[in-house]
């Protein structure tokens, strides 16, 4: 009920998230959902008013849920937060052939979800302009309106028998403030929504210490977005939550020229995305005192930029990423598993990457300088067509483009794996391509194991001297259908000791380690006991 009536009797519970805002919470407080409830909320409703909380590190506030009867079931109250736009809420535009939705909610952001007839079919907008052109799906995002093509007698929730649209700039129905403490959400369900949860922290607010866990989506686009704005101010962590059918993006963090504390982001399961604007399963530009980026699966990132060759990757660690640790990561079926455009101070370790046209992206395009990246010991089982749609990018193991002359101060790429699944028609057939005319000042090319390729390193334009790789293992890998070395591998003990550790997981303990993601694991013969 919305009366006075006691909450916390379970006979006469709230039935508005909103009234959340009516309290001010105290350490281990709990806002719990029944597990067979389902919420809708349109975009611009909140449920967290900006208030302090006065949850602790070992004692949160919790948002979660609850059995009404009493049994604990592994269902999850369902939470469906996004606007579905009226036929009367549109206004036809002859000059830009398109209809104009104008929710006056601020501005409406390109990882909007955006659904019609309740299936992913707008297409990129990045590379419309106005007029559209009289394609069914066209859309251009611009400031605080959507641009959507249907035919001038028809608006668009009547033609496409329904538009659904969740998730703004800055907006959530969870929007964690400056001051809202340490906050934990858990088991609860996100359906054909955007804007979820966002955690924003400032300067001189309390510290934040955000858990997300638990929790999981369908049909989801920019479901937990984080934006700094004070150095140091928040430790947030995602962890065991899965998403199926995600748009541009799951997580997009923003920094606004800051950093968050720590960042970490383990044991997720992110599958079949990237059906709108491409970025990624995680999508960052923001810097960080500690980040960790482990033991997730990410799948499926389609290539969602249509023509545009740059964009769309499993991780997409942007301009500003500092600090990041990505290591035992699986990630598959994408055009480019993960791009790094201009990051900074990055570690990519252990990671095993497969039926993906690409597995890395190193890009400059902004012209910030990427420093120091390391990319060691990870098994790429690349060049394939997977997608229904593929960009003009090759499909080799490592592609570099580094505009306007920058240089790397130091790029380490070693005992790492190189398959090449043939089936792109790239001329280049190169494990490593440096696509720039400068060497980073201090590189390692060592001990990598490279297959079907005709080069291990190669430049383009080409340029002399080349950087010269050395150690390379040219013979067949010998790996299982999960990317581990076999008897017989000449990855075994192939690799260079790299003699620091290198995730937060495990120690390269052997002065000769395999090449690769993975040890090889000998299969060991039972003895029989003396009698």
Sequence with gaps: ??????????????????????????????????????????????????????????????????????????????????????PGDWTYSAPNNAWIWSPGLGNLHDTCLILLGGEWGASNHQLVALPLPSTNGAYKISGASMYLYAPSGTNPTTYYGGVRV?????????????????????????????????????????????????????????????????????????????????????????????????????????????????????????????CDIYNNYISHARYGNNGNTVDGAGLYIETGSVNVNV???????????????????????????????????????????LTDIAIENNTFLVGYNVLPVNGSKPGVGIYHYYAGGHVVPSEKIRNNV???????????QTAILLRDSITPASSDYTN?????????????PSLTPEPTPSGTVTTNPLLDAAGHPSTGSPLIAAGKYIGYRIDGLFQQYWNKPCIGAYEYQRIRTARSLPT
């Design 1 to 86: 009920n919305d009366s006075s009536a006691d909450p916390t009797n379970i006979n006469t519970p709230w039935k508005n998230l909103t009234k959340i805002k009516s309290i001010t919470p105290n350490a281990g407080d709990q806002f719990l959902l029944a597990d067979d409830s389902t919420w809708s909320y349109a975009m611009g409703d909140t449920a967290i008013s900006a208030g302090t909380w006065n949850g602790t590190k070992n004692n949160p506030v919790i948002i979660g849920k609850y059995s009404p009867s009493g049994t604990p079931s592994a269902a999850k109250p369902i939470i469906r937060m996004g606007t579905d736009i009226q």
């Design 166 to 290: 969740g998730g703004r700039n800055g907006g959530g129905l969870f929007a964690i403030g400056y001051n809202n403490k340490a906050v934990t959400f858990r088991d609860l369900h996100f359906e054909e929504s955007g804007g979820c949860i966002t955690v924003a922290t400032g300067t001189g607010a309390a510290h934040g210490y955000i858990i997300i866990e638990n929790c999981s989506g369908h049909k989801v686009s920019q479901m937990i977005n984080s934006i700094v704005y004070g150095n140091d101010t928040a430790d947030l962590t995602i962890r065991n939550c899965t998403v199926t059918e995600w748009g541009a993006c799951v997580i997009w963090l923003f920094d606004g020229g800051f950093r968050l504390n720590s960042f970490t982001m383990h044991n997720n399961d992110c599958r079949d995305g990237n059906y709108t604007w491409g970025q990624g399963a995680l999508y960052t530009q923001c810097g960080f005192k500690q």
């Design 327 to 369: 290591y035992n990561n699986e990630i598959a079926y994408c055009y480019i598993a993960i791009q790094d455009n201009a990051g900074n101070k990055a570690r990519y370790h252990g990671n095993y990457i497969h039926h993906c046209k690409m597995a890395f992206a190193i890009t400059d395009g902004l012209t910030v300088n």
């Design 418 to 428: 190189f398959v090449d699944a043939g089936e792109t028609s790239d001329t280049t």
């Design 448 to 460: 990598n194991s490279v297959y079907g390729y005709t080069n291990a390193l190669a430049r383009y």
